[in-house]
Every structure is written in structure tokens, then in C-alpha cells.
């Protein structure tokens, strides 16, 4: 029998909201069908003493062999039949059909075979006006004190620190050695966290940010071999949640003060900094802070136009994307944190990986939505990826990872982002001619493949 000529009973039923329940029914004759088939294969392997292959009587034959006949039976027909329901249904699934109860399933030849799947479904929903978005477009200007700013900020970076006998004032630098008591003496600060309550011949900077609260006017005045109590309450949103709120009394040895002395910006320094000459310095600052202006007026005019459009629809997102997008969000949220020294321990900890799986889980849904209306939208538009601009991509990746070609595919594939990677260059390109109909022209992609197609 042809599977083409196959027509299996589906009913469907959907228990969520993406979320595709398909009760399918293979007729007794297919079940027969695939059943002597089955068995002739097993017939032509099968080793029963006293007998050549493919000879052994039927009933000697299901004697040695019954068991896995009949789950071979079994896995063809479920294969058969979502093959066929969802053919006949013309469904396309988001994720593998999982089979509802299989322990239970039982095969006759003389009766259909009815069985359960689940699968997710992308959302069906009507696409609003696309065409007609506006976005607000915001000038690119850098200011002359911007451009100060950056020059000041990399010239602090040149500083160097001299040992200066005279009284500390707020940007020095002092070596000392402190030591800090909890007032709650039952609070357990985890080990990457301690260097905040002792440390030994240590540099404290007396300049934002401080690494322990109040400590600029706390020493500013201090000389070396002078002895400070300072006792302060972390902040609340500190960002070691171990410490955070607590209040701590440190006792503070200065032994040196150390003077900073900023260069200044001339050819010399210029030079250091990797330009020809002061002013060829400040026109590299100026021209990078227009490029980080015009990539946040590219990302914002991006952001207006999806902002727009999804406050016009109403839709789900499959529920096993949601969960696998959430536990990817999740765990980077949590890795974040683990490097911070941000993960409280006992009760605190628990709590606080409820609070992350609950903006992981709205970042998933965000990103899910975005994906589905760009990819409809897409579709309506005729946009597609083309292989020379996914090849494009991956080269771009693999001088940027340093990474040969091959390597960087097999990551990608072994991962499963490869995919990902696509959908990101699909979407930037819908964003463009978003961005065509909303007026002016599209932004420039930034250069980021999708974030979760990282090699």
C-alpha cells in the first residue's frame, strides 16, 4: 500500500495558545499492511534453529521476535500517521511531535491504531498596516563637550600615581589594608565577595565609584600611618546582593598616598593613543561618537517601528520556544550575576532566581513576538536570506572569532544557532524595508549577528 493512499481520521484540539493537540486514527488496512511488512523483514534476519532465513513459520517467528516486531510496528505507524495528519492538515509544526502516552499503545492487525501528538504551531494573526509606521527620526549631533568628555576619560586612562608625602584629596590614590565587621554578624557573605570586608595592602582610589561606601570623605585629609573607623550601610541595590543593605564598620590603615598625574593632549600623547597628532585625536573621538550616536538612532528607529506595530496585534508564542528561550535567557542573566558575586545564598538565592526567571521569561515572550511579526511580514514582502549573504556572515564571524570557516559552522550547527543566525539576518533585512515604508532611509545593520547565534 502506497502512503500516499493512506487517509488517516485526525481530530484536532488545541489545549494553549500555539499548542497543537492531533488525536489521528491509521485504518486497519494500513495497520495490517505495515505489519506484514514488518514481519517479512524480520523473517528475512531472523535466526530460529532449524530453519533457513526467511522460512521460519509465522507463530516460531513472533515466539522469538514478537516483542520488537511489534514496537517496530508501533514506531512506523506513529510515523505514518503525523506524517499523513499533517499533510492532509497542511500543518507545519514549530517543534517534534511528542507522542501522548506511549507505554499505553497497543497494535492489533485487525483494528486501526489510534494515537495522541502534541506539537507547537507558529501564532496565526492578522498582520496590521506595516506600510504606514512612522518613526520619530532624531538628529546625529556630538557636542564639543562630549568630545571632552571622552578625551578627559581616556587621558585618566594614561594617568600615572605618584607617592606623595602630604594629606589625601579625593582623586588620590592610597595603599592600605581594612578591615570591616558586619553589625549582623549572622549575615554569610560568600567567598568572592569578602575582598569588600578585609583586605591587606590593598589600592583604595579616592574617586567615583567607591568600592565601599562614603570611603572619599571617610579619608580624604588622611595621611600615611594614620589609622580610620568608618562605618556605613551598603545601598540596597548594591550590586553584591550578599552585602547589599548591610551595615559595616571598618577600621582603615593608610600607608601611602599616592598623587595622580593626568597627561595632557599633545602630539606626544596622541601618539599613545594610537592618532597622528592632538587634533587627529579628537577627530577620531568625534567620528566614533557619531557612529555610536547613529548605531543608537538605528537601534531606536527599529525599536519604534516593532514597538508600533505590536501594540496592534494580539498573539502567543508557542509554549516550548517560550520555555527553551527563557532557560537560554535565564542562564545568561544567572552567569551575569555568578561573576558579580550577585547570587545571594539560602531563601535570598531561591527568591532571587525566581525574580530572573521571571524577566527571562518576559524577554523570551518580547523576542518571540518580534521574531514572529518580522518573519510574517517577510513572508508578505517576499524577503528572503540569500546564500551569499549568509556566507558573508559567517566569514565576518569567523575573523572575529579568529575561528576558521569550518570550525565556526560546526559550532554553530553542533549548537543548533545556525538557524538562529539566519532568522537574525532575515529579520535585520524586514527592518530595513520597515524602515523604507516608515520614511528615509533604512538603518544601517550594526554589524551583531542575532544574539543567540554566538560562535
Known amino acids: 500500500m502506497n502512503d500516499k493512499d493512506i487517509v488517516v481520521n485526525v481530530v484536532r484540539e488545541e489545549p494553549a495558545p500555539c499548542r497543537l493537540k492531533l488525536d489521528i486514527e491509521v485504518p486497519a488496512e494500513a495497520v495490517k499492511s505495515v505489519q506484514a511488512l514488518v514481519e517479512g523483514e524480520f523473517r528475512k534476519q531472523a535466526r530460529v534453529p532449524g530453519f533457513r532465513p526467511g522460512k521460519t513459520p509465522r507463530p516460531l517467528l513472533w515466539r522469538h521476535y514478537g516483542e520488537k516486531i511489534r514496537e517496530e510496528v508501533k514506531d512506523r505507524l506513529v510515523r505514518l500517521g503525523v506524517r499523513r495528519a499533517l499533510e492532509q492538515e497542511k500543518l507545519t509544526p514549530e517543534t517534534y511531535p511528542v507522542l501522548d502516552n506511549e507505554e499505553a499503545l497497543t497494535v492489533s492487525d485487525t483494528e486501526s491504531f489510534v494515537f495522541s501528538v502534541q506539537f507547537d504551531m507558529a501564532p496565526q494573526f492578522a498582520l496590521p498596516d506595516y506600510k504606514q509606521v512612522k518613526v520619530e527620526d532624531a538628529p546625529v549631533e556630538v557636542k564639543e563637550d562630549q568630545v571632552e568628555d571622552v578625551i578627559k576619560g581616556m587621558l585618566e586612562r594614561l594617568t600615572s600615581f605618584a607617592k606623595i608625602e602630604r594629606a589625601a584629596v579625593q582623586g588620590d590614590l592610597l595603599k592600605a589594608s581594612y578591615h570591616g565587621r558586619l553589625a549582623d554578624e549572622s549575615v554569610a557573605v560568600p567567598e568572592a565577595a569578602k575582598y569588600l570586608l578585609a583586605a591587606e595592602q590593598t589600592w583604595i582610589a579616592l574617586r567615583e565609584p567607591e568600592i565601599i561606601p562614603g570611603v572619599i570623605g571617610a579619608l580624604a585629609g588622611a595621611e600615611a600611618g ?103 535567557i535565564l542562564t545568561q542573566l544567572y552567569q551575569n550575576d555568578v561573576r558579580r558575586g550577585a547570587v545571594p545564598e539560602g531563601d535570598a538565592g531561591k527568591e532571587h532566581i525566581q525574580q530572573l526567571r521571571g524577566q527571562a521569561e518576559s524577554y523570551a515572550r518580547q523576542r518571540l513576538r518580534r521574531h514572529y511579526l518580522l518573519t510574517r511580514i517577510a513572508e508578505a514582502e517576499g524577503i528572503k536570506v540569500e546564500p551569499a549573504e549568509i556566507q558573508a556572515t559567517l566569514e565576518t564571524m569567523s575573523a572575529a572569532h579568529n575561528l576558521s570557516l569550518k570550525a565556526l559552522q560546526r559550532r554553530l550547527q553542533e549548537s543548533g544557532r545556525l538557524g538562529d543566525l539566519i532568522d537574525g539576518l532575515l529579520d535585520d533585512k524586514t527592518l530595513n524595508r520597515l524602515l523604507e515604508f516608515a520614511g528615509g532611509a533604512p538603518a544601517a545593520p550594526d554589524g551583531q549577528p542575532a544574539p543567540t547565534a554566538q560562535a
Do not use: M
Not at 299 to 322: C, Y
Open 226 to 328: 594614620s589609622r580610620h573607623v568608618h562605618t556605613t550601610t551598603f545601598p540596597a541595590d548594591f550590586y553584591d546582593r550578599a552585602i547589599a543593605g548591610q551595615t559595616v564598620t571598618y577600621t582603615i590603615e593608610v600607608h601611602e598616598v599616592h598623587a595622580p598625574n593626568v597627561p595632557e593632549l599633545d602630539d606626544a600623547t596622541a601618539k599613545r593613543l594610537g592618532a597622528e597628532n592632538a587634533d587627529g585625536a579628537r577627530r577620531r573621538v568625534r567620528e566614533s561618537l557619531e557612529s555610536r550616536q547613529q548605531a543608537a538612532r538605528d537601534r531606536a528607529r527599529r525599536d519604534q517601528v516593532v514597538g508600533q506595530l505590536l501594540e496592534k496585534v494580539d498573539f502567543g508564542v508557542p509554549p516550548a520556544l517560550l520555555a527553551r528561550e527563557t532557560y537560554d
